[in-house]
C-alpha cells in the first residue's frame, strides 16, 4: 500500500472513531442534574444571523421556543447569549429584539453578548446567574445541540435542565443530516481537547 493510501486510510479511520466517540456520548449525555420544573433563569443558546442580521430559522426557533416557556412560567427572565461568532451582528442583541418583538419586556432580559461557543454560552450565562445569585436554568437550544450542551452544563455549578426549540418548518433532510453529523464530531472534540483547552471558570 502507498503512504497516500495509507494517509487515506489513517484519516478515515481516525474520523470514524471521533463520529464513534461522538456518538455514545451524544447517547449518555445528560439532560438534566435537576427535578425542578420551574427555574431562575432561561438560557437561550445562541446561533448565527443571516448575512443582513436578520434571524436564521434556527435562531428564530429557539427565540421562539424561550418566548413560549417564559409564558408558560417556567422562568421570570430570559438570558440570550452568543456574540459575533460567524459575522459582525451580536446573536444576543438580535435575539433580543426578537423577544421583544414576540412580547417579552426588557426588564425579563439578558444579554451575553461574547461568547463565540457553547463552552462559552454556558460559562458565560452561568456568570451572569451567579452574579444576580440565580441558582437553576433551562437550556433552550436546538435539539441537535442539546447534548453537547448537556454534556458542558454538567461540569457548571447551577441546576439545570435541557429543552428543545424544534423547527419552525421541517428541515431538508440533507442539512438536518448534515448538522446531526456536525454536532458528533463536535461532541468528540469538546471531550478531546475542548474541554482543557477553551476551559471557562464561571
Known amino acids: 500500500m502507498s503512504w497516500r493510501n495509507r494517509l487515506i486510510l489513517f484519516a478515515l479511520l481516525v474520523s470514524l472513531g471521533l463520529l464513534g466517540l461522538g456518538a455514545a456520548a451524544r447517547l449518555l449525555a445528560p439532560d ?4 425542578l420544573t420551574r427555574f431562575d433563569a432561561i438560557i437561550v443558546l445562541g446561533t448565527s444571523t443571516d448575512s443582513d442580521g436578520n434571524p436564521t430559522p434556527r435562531q428564530l426557533a429557539r427565540v421562539t421556543e424561550g418566548v413560549h416557556e417564559y409564558e408558560r412560567g417556567v422562568a421570570p427572565r430570559m438570558i440570550l447569549t452568543g456574540g459575533a461568532a460567524l459575522n459582525h451582528f451580536v446573536e444576543a442583541r438580535v435575539m433580543a429584539r426578537t423577544a ?3 412580547g417579552i419586556p426588557a426588564s425579563a432580559i439578558f444579554l451575553e ?21 440565580w441558582r437553576s436554568a433551562e437550556v433552550v437550544s436546538s435539539a441537535d445541540q442539546l447534548p453537547r450542551a448537556g454534556i458542558v452544563f454538567g461540569n457548571l455549578p447551577i441546576e439545570w435542565r435541557t429543552h428543545a426549540a424544534l423547527p419552525l418548518a ?3 433532510a440533507v442539512y438536518a443530516g448534515t448538522k446531526s453529523v456536525i454536532e458528533t464530531l463536535k461532541t ?3 471531550l478531546l481537547w475542548a ?5 471557562c471558570e464561571p
Open 32 to 35: 438534566s442534574n435537576t427535578s
Open 100 to 102: 421583544e418583538a414576540q
Open 113 to 133: 453578548p461574547e461568547a463565540r461557543n457553547t463552552v462559552e454560552n454556558a460559562c458565560y450565562a452561568t456568570r451572569i446567574m451567579m452574579a444576580h445569585g
Open 170 to 172: 421541517p428541515e431538508p
Open 188 to 190: 468528540a472534540r469538546y
Open 195 to 199: 474541554r482543557w483547552t477553551e476551559r
